[in-house]
């Protein structure tokens, strides 16, 4: 039996490399704001129902996969919190909106002011936290 461990494949390089060429900035600019005009002014250029409820499906889910990407993917905590503030926002903008009858972009912002709110309100506690029980809580997530 050969006590050598076997050799792991090697890693595969990366997709881009660091000295490729980036986009100009200007450039990068001017498709965000194109796709931010495509989007604000989707209601009046779509004509279908559903079109219109599949792009505000695609943004909601758009904005839940952003938040996981920064909790996980940046700092590398296991956290799905952010998913009850998102509904917390939602269930609040449904309530602004739809029993009270307030203006659409009036109840997005109240409602994004009520889920900032509630996250804040939640995460004071853990400032409590000793810094020895923080650092655990981030080894045993990984």
Do not use: E, K
Request: with cysteine; net charge positive; hydrophobic share 55%.
């Amino acid at each position: 039996m050969n006590s050598s461990a076997p050799s792991l494949p090697a890693a595969a390089p990366p997709v881009r490399s660091a000295d490729a060429p980036q986009p100009h900035p200007a450039r990068r600019l001017a498709a965000a704001a194109a796709g931010l005009v495509a989007l604000g002014t989707l209601p009046f250029w779509s004509g279908d129902a559903y079109h219109l409820h599949v792009a505000a499906l695609i943004a909601t889910y758009w904005i839940l996969v952003a938040g996981l990407n920064l909790v996980v993917g940046y700092t590398g905590l296991l956290s799905l919190g952010h998913v009850a503030l998102l509904a917390i926002g939602a269930y609040a903008f449904a309530i602004l909106a739809g029993t009270h009858g307030m203006p659409p972009f009036l109840a997005l912002a109240v409602a994004c002011a009520i889920g900032a709110g509630c996250g804040f309100v939640l995460g004071l506690p853990s400032l409590r936290l000793p810094a020895s029980i923080s650092r655990w809580r981030r080894w045993r997530s990984r």
